[in-house]
Nanobody, 125 residues
Framework: QVQLVESGGGLVQVGGSLRLSCAAS????????MGWYRQAPGKERDFVAA???????YYADSVKGRFTISRENAKNTVYLQMNSPKPEDTAVYYC???????????????????WGKGTLVTVSS
């Protein structure tokens, strides 16, 4: 089993920045990738970004150029740097991890094995 704990959510203004963190524990050696999904009020969960242990990164079109995913392997921690957020980025952000490469992560998160409890990000205009 793998446990994921997010931190760093909160209120941020349009044009500001925020960094989310996700620490993994447990059988992390079984993982191929970690990343983030988000769920806005009244909407389905959507893929945001993923990163493989090799460092390869994958992004949703909606966040490319604004968000950056990175990882610190020694700490089994993944980060999501959110720059120039928009009101439509307001959502609960969920850390995710799986044995499959981030290149194969499904848009809606079905079949992803491990999830954090989520952290709320509110972007204020």
């Amino acid at each position: 089993q793998v446990q994921l704990v997010e931190s760093g959510g909160g209120l941020v203004q349009v044009g500001g920045s925020l960094r989310l963190s996700c620490a993994a524990s447990g059988h992390t050696n079984s993982l191929a990738a970690m990343g983030w999904y988000r769920q806005a009020p009244g909407k389905e969960r959507d893929f945001v970004a993923a990163i493989n242990w090799s460092g390869s990164t994958y992004y949703a079109d909606s966040v490319k150029g604004r968000f950056t995913i990175s990882r610190e392997n020694a700490k089994n921690t993944v980060y999501l740097q959110m720059n120039s957020p928009k009101p439509e980025d307001t959502a609960v952000y969920y850390c995710a991890a799986d044995r499959m490469s981030g290149s194969s992560w499904p848009t809606k998160g079905y079949n992803i094995n491990y999830w954090g409890k989520g952290t709320l990000v509110t972007v204020s205009s």
